[in-house]
């Protein structure tokens, strides 16, 4: 007889355990949960385009947040997707208020600007690209996010973070672009900048 499968123990898991342990008991620290979620905050918070500084300052705020508000998340499980929603909000508030007052964004993140008929397609375009990358499993959200900002990922910390084995990072992440891939391509608005 075969035994049952368990279901390995993933990041949202880890970290509403932590959260739970923090919030029911006030001398339980928040290191552990800091310690879990900060790398992917630090990663949605960059991917607004900001600069570290920046994506640090929203980071910092989204756990501001988190410890003012503790008390009104009833369910563990939900903190990591609240921590998600806050730094995203705050980066895109950050980051918007940084292109209005003129201000510069991360000189890695950014590229030339092109002439307005071509930044209107432009804009177009990555709209059409990040409509299909949102229509993504959250796994491949998560993944292609830290990868696409990171230049030599540290799998184990990858691992550890997104709660997935180390060996099915890369094949994962295969999976995860080839789905985008076959969405884009099956996309007649797609204009393929190859």
Known sequence: ????????VTLVTRAGQAFAAYRDDPGTPIDELVRLVTPILWHCA??????????????QTAWMRLVERA???SDPQAVLGWLLSTTRRE???????RRRAGGEIDDAMAAPVPDPAS????????RLLW??????SERCRALLRVIAHADRPD??????????PVG?????????????????AADPRWESRA
Request: charged share 25%; with cysteine.
């Open 1 to 8: 007889m075969t035994e049952p499968l368990t279901s390995p």
């Open 46 to 59: 960059r991917g607004q385009g900001l600069d570290e500084a920046s994506a640090g300052d929203v980071v």
């Open 71 to 73: 008390d009104t998340i």
């Open 91 to 97: 980066a895109w508030r950050v980051a918007t208020g």
């Open 119 to 126: 930044q209107a397609s432009l804009d177009e375009q990555d």
């Open 131 to 136: 409509s299909h990358v949102r229509a993504l």
């Open 155 to 164: 799998y184990a910390r990858l691992s550890e973070t997104l709660g997935m």
């Open 168 to 184: 099915s990072i890369g094949p994962t992440r295969g999976r995860c672009l080839a789905k985008l891939r076959a969405a884009l």
